[in-house]
């Protein structure tokens, strides 16, 4: 039979009434393996942003995602050891690193859950969108300028075309030096194209602009990423074991693979040595030449780091399941640090490969930069054919369905947790009778509709995660110094597992760092509004927050979240054993951001 504990024995009460709170627990059906294959969405996440890294870092990009990984393996031991304190909490490092701050402000704890939340949310709409990109150009494919239709068109129509058109002369205009019989096949050519692409590809029911955000673009791609998000939540609603057994099943067909592909480049000889040394920053974003390691060089670089940061961190997310694990006391260290270790093999060999194999042309070009050439890249790092190339186009999307489970899977666990430990809404505390969080997975699918329509671009795309990733990096800095926090203020708690306290202070230091990423980094992306749109996006919570503490819950916690510190009155939340350190910890990590951003300029 399952154990089905749920995270504490009482949830969502109010002044100690102790009434459940409605709708089922999660099941415990887990052990560290089936946390291991649900965080194998992870290592994909390097496709989403492996052009735009490229294209700001340059010849630096392969150093960026190892430099990156690296970061990313050394801060998990922090949250390792804060998952195993709290065995009987879902919803990952976010939700074990709140606790610490709760002593200190009642809106810390959530700021850290709902940033974590916003900042995985999204994986679900930029990887819908790729997948979309993927299937319209299998099914409605634009044709290309060199294709025989094309060549074909031009042919029949080209005697239309003089050096008077209109078309022509403003394609001279933008372009001087060109001469017109030149101007005339370019203009040719690029009707061709669009009097023979699929009218799908240009259908758009409506586009809908926000000031200040950005354009809603309710089209094709938007149409073709709602279907593929209700087909994951059909297979996560079936619960954790379900989305475990998926998940396997589908990592070990995309990531044998893509392993197999990053390795047979270094092992042929078709690394080329010049693409991967004289590392340098580009003179300016997407230029494809060389800069220095001046202050634009190394504006560039911090938001290389700033973006990959995202993806290379994320596989913190295995200690999501901590309530489902069936021993959590040893599986929690096991799922984070073999998960990381699968993570440092894929961020390491893919960006080196495609980097020594494409140079900085071929990471510059717009299928790669928008993801959804990816597939075939990847087939020409192998010298493969058509057909393969086909394959590979069918695993990429397979490699982004992980992602995006994987997305969903943590993403709603945290709301579902954040629900119970009295920080969001109390609906979000429902569970179906398969132990899945459904009203959370809801609330994901609703949100990311929103940013499916803002994403349906490659403009939007990278906005979208640009903001996001100013949430993901507040709860990273927080997180890293709840660490220490804990140290100081719960040395009663248990830890199964306990990180060297040289490492733990290293990872403080990493914390601040991180800081310098989001202040210099965030406006890398042609966003120079950024950081400002995702620290609003941020101060969401309060409202939010104050709702379900001061109106539903009369002030008070849960009893469930005191009980899992070691507290027995919800109404003290204990001594505060570090004083001042948190609040000094605070001020100079907004001290770093606001130097940071003021401090790092783009290239002139």
């Known amino acids: ?63 960026v995602w190892m430099v990156s990984m690296v970061m990313g393996f050394l801060q998990s031991f922090t949250y ?53 990109g993927y299937i319209l150009n299998a099914l409605f494919p634009i044709p290309l300028e060199t294709s025989p239709q094309v ?10 075309y003089t050096a008077q058109t209109q078309s022509v002369l403003d394609h001279i205009a933008a372009n ?51 279907v593929l998000m209700l087909i994951i939540f059909a297979i996560q609603h079936r619960g954790i074991a379900s989305t475990a057994k998926s998940q396997k099943l589908m990592a070990l067909v995309v990531l044998v693979p893509l392993f197999l592909i990053g390795l047979v480049p270094i092992l042929n000889g078709s690394i080329n040595s010049a693409n991967v040394t004289g590392i340098v920053p580009p003179s300016a974003a997407y230029s494809g030449t060389d800069g220095a390691w001046d202050i634009g060089g ?31 006391a040893t599986d929690t260290f096991k ?9 440092m093999v894929f961020f390491f060999l893919i960006p080196f490969t495609f980097q020594g194999v494409l140079g900085q042309e071929g990471m510059l070009s717009a299928g790669v930069v928008d993801g959804t050439g990816v597939g075939a890249a990847l087939a020409g790092l192998v010298n493969g054919g058509p057909i393969i190339t086909q394959i590979l186009v069918i695993l990429m999307i397979m490699a982004l369905f992980l992602a995006i489970m994987t997305a969903m899977a943590g993403s709603s666990r945290t709301l579902y947790q954040g629900s119970r430990d009295g920080w969001l809404p109390r609906y979000l505390s429902h569970v179906n009778e398969h ?6 997975m809801w609330t994901d699918l609703a949100f990311n509709l929103f940013l499916l329509a803002l994403a349906s671009d490659v403009t939007g795309y990278f906005y979208v995660l640009a903001i996001s990733n100013v949430g993901y990096i507040i709860f990273n800095f927080l997180n890293l110094n709840a660490g220490w926090i804990h140290r100081i203020d719960s040395p009663h708690l248990p830890r199964p597992w306990k990180a060297p306290t040289l490492l733990l202070a290293v990872n403080t230091g990493l914390a601040f760092v991180n800081a310098l ?88």
């Open 335 to 343: 799922a984070i640090f073999y998960s990381g270790l699968l993570c």
């Open 435 to 440: 132990g899945a969080p459904t009203r959370a």
């Open 1 to 63: 039979m399952v154990d089905q504990t749920t995270s504490g024995a009482i949830a969502g009460t109010i002044e100690g009434a102790g009434a459940p709170a409605p709708g089922g627990v999660l099941h415990r059906a887990l052990d560290w393996r089936g946390a291991f294959w649900v965080a194998a969405g992870v290592p994909p996440l390097v496709l989403f942003s492996i052009g735009g890294i490229a294209g700001v870092a340059g010849k630096a990009a392969f150093a």
């Open 151 to 160: 060549v074909d068109w031009v042919a029949a129509h080209i005697a239309g």
């Open 298 to 328: 190394w504006t560039l670089i911090l938001g290389a780091m700033y973006i990959a940061a995202w993806s290379t961190y994320g596989f913190e997310t295995a200690v999501c399941y901590t309530a489902e694990f069936r021993n959590p």
């Open 176 to 226: 001087p030096g060109t001469a017109p019989e030149a101007a005339i096949q370019a203009v040719a050519q690029a009707d061709a194209v669009a009097a023979l692409t699929p009218a799908l590809r240009h259908w758009e029911a409506f586009a809908l602009p926000i000031p200040g955000l950005g354009t809603l673009h309710f089209n094709s791609t938007f149409a073709t990423g709602v």
């Open 517 to 604: 990423f989001l202040g210099a980094g965030a406006k890398v992306w042609g966003y120079s509004g950024a950081l400002w749109s995702g620290l609003i996006f941020a101060s969401l919570i309060l409202p939010v927050f104050w709702y379900r503490h001061y109106v539903q819950d009369k002030g008070h916690f849960p009893r469930e979240a005191m009980e899992d510190l070691g507290l027995s009155d919800h109404t003290d939340l204990g001594p505060r054993r570090a004083g001042r350190l948190p609040y000094l910890a605070l001020l100079a990590g907004a001290a770093v951001v606001l130097f940071a951003n003021w401090f790092f300029q783009l290239p002139g």
């Open 80 to 132: 390792a050891e804060m998952a195993g304190m709290f065995g009987t909490k879902s919803g990952g490092a976010s939700v074990y690193g709140a606790t610490a701050w709760l002593r200190y402000s009642k809106l810390i704890a959530p700021l850290s859950v709902w940033c974590n939340w916003f900042a995985w949310s999204p994986v679900l709409s930029l990887g819908c969108a790729i997948a979309a």
